[in-house]
């Protein structure tokens, strides 16, 4: 059975960073790392699903709104996926999420979608735990340069 191209990037030249992770016809797949893979540190549930709530809330609201197609966690909790149209130039997308990341840091109200009636497990969600997590890496990704999973592998 072939690798999916995720099993194929070489996790141990990963860094913290946004790399492109994926091409499948017009959307590309941008691998939001906030933990360097397999060295214990992970994202806890909570700060996770936090993140997930905000970040994709104001992503979709954003320039790029009607071009974003997912954001969400990787299994293994070191980051977030985010997927974008291809129309969308790599640096915008890396722009956004800036912009979104501040926003959430700036944001004084409740939660996006943390009642019973939006949410599977509303309980589980805390602003502060993910400004902490999100301001830790907010000067990662307003550095970054943006590789995609071939170039890692060369490194």
Known sequence: MEKIKSFQVDHRKLGLGIYISRI????????????RPNTGILLDNITIHTIEHMIATFTRNSDIGGDVVYFGPMGCR??????????????KVRKEMVSAIKKTLEYKGPVFGASEIECGNYRELDLEMAKTALAEYLPVIENAEIMDYDEVNSL
């Open 78 to 91: 070191t980051g977030f996926y985010f997927l974008v149209r291809s129309s969308v130039p790599a640096e």
């Open 24 to 35: 499948d016809g017009d959307i590309v797949t941008y691998d939001l790392r906030f933990c």
